[in-house]
T-cell receptor
Framework: ETGVTQTPRHLVMGMTNKKSLKCEQHLGHNAMYWYKQSAKKPLELMFVYNFKEQTENNSVPSRFSPECPNSSHLFLHLHTLQPEDSALYLC?????????????FGPGTRLTVT | GENVEQHPSTLSVQEGDSAVIKCTYSDSASNYFPWYKQELGKRPQLIIDIRSNVGEKKDQRIAVTLNKTAKHFSLHITETQPEDSAVYFCAAAGGYQKVTFGTGTKLQVIP
């Protein structure tokens, strides 16, 4: 698959587990994002990385820990989550082109916290 | 920070009719306004966008209008078809690191 890929596509975890979500972009973009999509807040920005540096943390609880080792890979480390964290987690990437910033989304990871 | 409001939250139209979705934003520094379409079970994808130096943009059956003075922009879909059924998100951006999305509109086109 080209573009933006995410693994795993589905994840079920208990509240005491530790897991990680992975995102990879094959587009040569320099910015990567994590979004949370739920019924309450359809597209909620969590984190932004620009050239591997975190530039935005949208008041996300510390039980979510992002990591961006390079411009092509982005991780979201999860620990001691709550049932309300169950949602679709979308990764996206972008590159500014003449004032437009199209977000290319991955397919998402459907997370269920039990 | 930026706040984007989107209305209506749900919209049903007969096939062939037009659909209009409206958004307002709060930050006058925002200069890029994209619209994304998310079909059921799929990822959001850009369908059209407009920059602040343009008042209207068209792409076949889709058009977007922008009123910077009033801080609102709209998506217009003409001659709707069943495959237009999806959730549509508007967004406002002042830079590619700060894209704020609206709450989405679920459009249903009735055959």
């Amino acid at each position: 698959e080209t573009g933006v890929t995410q693994t795993p596509r589905h994840l079920v975890m208990g509240m005491t587990n530790k897991k990680s979500l992975k995102c990879e972009q094959h587009l040569g973009h320099n910015a990567m994002y994590w979004y949370k999509q739920s019924a309450k807040k359809p597209l909620e920005l969590m984190f932004v990385y620009n050239f591997k540096e975190q530039t935005e943390n949208n008041s996300v609880p510390s039980r979510f820990s992002p990591e961006c080792p390079n411009s092509s890979h982005l991780f979201l480390h999860l620990h001691t989550l709550q049932p309300e964290d169950s949602a679709l987690y979308l990764c996206a990437s972008s590159q500014e082109v003449t004032g437009t910033y199209e977000q290319y989304f991955g397919p998402g990871t459907r997370l269920t916290v039990t | 920070g930026e706040n984007v409001e989107q209305h209506p939250s749900t919209l049903s139209v007969q096939e062939g009719d037009s659909a209009v979705i409206k958004c307002t934003y709060s930050d006058s520094a925002s200069n890029y306004f994209p619209w994304y379409k998310q079909e059921l079970g799929k990822r959001p994808q850009l369908i059209i966008d407009i920059r602040s130096n343009v008042g209207e943009k068209k792409d076949q059956r889709i058009a977007v209008t922008l009123n910077k003075t009033a801080k609102h922009f709209s998506l217009h879909i003409t001659e709707t078809q069943p495959e237009d059924s999806a959730v549509y998100f508007c967004a406002a951006a002042g830079g590619y690191q700060k894209v704020t999305f609206g709450t989405g509109t679920k459009l249903q086109v009735i055959p």
